[in-house]
């Protein structure tokens, strides 16, 4: 459990990483991309571990660190989601002042950093190069949030590395469909009208990548 | 709220969640997706895997390049206090109307200003983008909402009661999502009046006279 707010520091990841994989092993032996990727997941731990020093260190040494990897890749979201180089730099920017800003709201037992900076940067995506209000589920009531089980923050951040690498080794045809529906402002027909597929093509495809993206977490 | 009250059926479809996550979805349609998650935990789940793809996406997107002084820019901003997460608007628990909707209506069942809309339903239509619609529909037990067509895509969410149509029965809850291949007649339920949050990103085509040169005064 993670009972101290900074109980995970950088270098415990290392060991915090065998130990798991040591437990672990058998669930993801000798399947391919299943297998456990202890590198990628060391990365998002490492994510992790800047977040929480931004939380309570206010420590912009880590803050530096994510900004250089992360604000380049939303700046490239927000382009290809057809914002001029101009106006994506201002909201990159945003984006990463709103990590800061709302580090305390992170869970690593419910999302890696990448899946948190991305929803960020499509709410602001959403405000600025839309225009549009943008309504949010309800959050959930079940009481006050226990700090995240530090086992279950390993799982969810290696679960999400497994996809990254799922994604990585989809077909190109198909990672470029899934791509164009998550960048563009292009909707399904509009893919269909650019690329000469048929929509039911193009659904299926999607669909057949996302399948393939799922078995690959099982 | 709703999660405990009735097993929800009928559920987003994997381009909505897809859309919803990505950001690409008209106004209208984000504000019935939102509302279906806040009743619907198997959809809150798969939301959380369709953001998650979107991260990776996005991770492996082309980086590009900032701007030089972008680090200190951002620095300052957040010294400056510009960006400061603000509490959101108030919320009521256990309202017919979840969380997001509630943000988009100004009252409560009784008190809103329904229009009538012709056979004894009324509307209200919410205010978001153009690129799609989206009211509130108040159908009285066991009436039916004219036989209708769509040229686009409707989603359908019952909030209270129930209705039935030829594809099934739909409980508070439940999304129906029609295409243009769908041409429905919704009943609602004896017992209790049926309010729904339907959004369309097309007119609806009524198939009787009158119907549709009510629509034409009506807005639908």
Known sequence: MLTEPNALTKADVPHVIAGYDDGHTKRVRGTGIKQLNTEATAKRMAWVVQVNAVRDDKDRKAFAELFGYFAPRVKSFLMKSGASPDLAEECTQEVMATLWNKAHMFDPAKASVSTWIFTIARNRKIDILRKQRRPEPEDLTWGPEAEPDQADAIGLQQETAQLGQALATLPAEQRQLIERAYFGELSHSQIAAETGLPLGTIKSRIRLALDRLRHAMK | MMNDMKQIKHHLTEPLLMGYAAGTLPEAFNLVVATHISMCDDCRAALVEYEAVGGEVMLDAEPVDIAEDALAATLAMIEAGTGAPTTGPVRTKNSVFPGPLQDYVNGDIDSLK?????????????????????????????????????????????????FTDEEDRFGAGDVEVANEDLHHTPVAEDGMDCICLAATDAPLRFNGLVPRIAQRFIGI
């Open chain 2, 114 to 162: 329904w229009r009538k809309v012709g056979g004894g339903v009324s509307q209200l239509v919410l205010n978001t983008s153009k690129d799609a619609s989206v009211r509130l529909l108040r159908i009285p037990a066991g009436t039916a909402v004219p036989d209708h067509g769509h040229r686009g895509t409707e989603l359908t969410l019952v909030l209270q009661g129930a």
